[in-house]
């Protein structure tokens, strides 16, 4: 049996909101680097996908994909919640998406932070999101 993939008091049916690319690249360590591609926002969350790759790392990841718990994530000061964290990948390449709530406003600043190497200092890297999707890719 499997749990659900939305938490049960988010809106139903979900409704897409926009799209936004990011293109956030928040350095390496280990030979790993992360990049934040961009933002899906959703009425009641959102889903920051990331990507990692290996650049000559000496010695793979023991997880490929950061769990919820290696997650910071503030938008304009305030704690974000990290529901989930999930993705797919190898050696070379993982990619995946972290599940947030509520989803960052327009024109927030949102700081992420993930720790990607137990003992190393989390990679961190801020932007701000634009004040209008337009041309978002929204509904």
Do not use: I, K
């Not at 799209?19 to 959703?42: F, T, Y």
């Not at 790759?53 to 997650?71: F, H, K, N």
């Not at 999930?86 to 720790?115: I, K, M, Q, T, Y």
């Amino acid at each position: 049996m499997s749990a659900p993939h939305l938490p049960a008091d988010l809106p139903r049916p979900p409704r897409a909101v926009a799209v936004l690319p990011l293109d956030v690249d928040l350095g390496q360590v280990g030979g790993h680097r992360l990049l934040l591609r961009s933002l899906e926002v959703w009425d009641g969350w959102a889903d920051l996908r990331f990507a990692r790759t290996d650049e000559g790392a000496p010695r793979p990841l023991p997880r490929r994909v950061p769990p919820a718990g290696a997650w910071t994530v503030t938008a304009d000061g305030a704690s974000l919640e990290v529901l989930d964290a999930v993705g797919r990948g190898d050696r070379e390449f993982s990619n995946g998406e972290v599940r947030l709530r509520p989803a960052p406003s327009p024109g927030a600043r949102v700081h992420v932070a993930v720790e990607l190497l137990t003992g190393s200092p989390p990679l961190e890297g801020e932007f701000v999101l634009p004040r209008s999707d337009a041309g978002a890719g929204g509904s």
